[in-house]
């Protein structure tokens, strides 16, 4: 079946800090990759997506790319904020079940000033 | 646009009893998903509903059901309740439910706990 690996947390760093998750997936087909962020007492949001493998997805300064060599896709961001505060999943999900989520377990992030 | 809601935000049930959660929908949107999130267990899929119809289903047992309605809101249900059925349940809506991905809007959740 599928599942999505995802690094421990908790993780802290101070601001302007360089933030890496890892992520690394097993699926049988050609998923779709997705990062999403919860912030505190809210529901999940789409961060950013990648459909094919090569594809980078971006937004809000953060970057995730699609690694099928490597069954990998990490999110980066080059200089964190304390409004980057929050738990990021990493997800997939597969063609044919398109809606149908595979989460990690979640990596809390807090940014101090 | 209105977000996805989800009623009631919080509950609190004993166990064996049963309880239905609701998930009203972006206007437009017709996929609602239904997923658990528990500290153990992470998010996991519960199912997918599209036009009145469960295209999806996860690995739960039979006493958690759903059903959509024609106005495309939606419903899960939880019968005879146990303790592991504490959790945040997120409801997420899509525009369509082709095979293409569509983003998933996550409404806030309802807070279930079971004592």
């Known amino acids: 079946g599928n599942s999505v690996t995802q690094m421990e947390g908790p993780v802290t760093l101070s601001e302007e800090a360089f933030l890496t998750i890892n992520c690394t997936y097993t699926?049988?087909?050609?998923?779709?990759l997705f990062w999403y962020v919860q912030y505190p007492g809210e529901g999940l949001q789409l961060l950013l997506k990648a459909t094919k493998a090569d594809d980078k997805g971006s937004n809000k300064g953060f970057e995730a790319t699609y690694r099928k060599e490597t069954t990998s896709f990490h999110l980066e961001k080059g200089s964190v904020q304390v409004s980057d505060s929050a738990v990021y999943f990493c997800?997939?999900?597969?063609?044919?079940?398109?809606?149908?989520?595979?989460f990690g377990s979640g990596t809390q992030l807090t940014v101090l000033p | 646009k209105a977000g996805v809601t989800q009623t009631p935000r919080y509950l609190i049930k004993t166990r064996g009893q049963q309880v239905t959660l609701s998930c009203s929908p972006i206007?437009?949107?017709?996929?609602v998903s239904w997923y658990q999130q528990t500290p153990g267990q992470g998010l996991q899929f519960l199912f997918e509903y599209f036009s009145e119809t469960q295209r999806n289903k996860g690995n739960f047992p039979g006493r958690f059901s759903g059903r959509q309605f024609s106005n495309s809101r939606s419903e899960m249900n939880v019968s005879t309740l146990e303790l592991g059925d504490s959790a945040l349940y997120l409801c997420?809506?899509?525009?369509?439910?082709?095979?293409?991905?569509?983003?998933?809007?996550f409404g806030p959740g309802t807070r279930l706990t079971v004592l």
């Open positions: 997420a809506s899509s525009p369509r439910g082709t095979d293409s991905y569509n983003e998933q809007f």
């Open positions: 206007s437009g949107h017709r996929s």
């Open positions: 997800a997939l999900s597969e063609p044919g079940s398109a809606r149908q989520l595979t």
């Open positions: 699926a049988t087909g050609y998923p779709s």
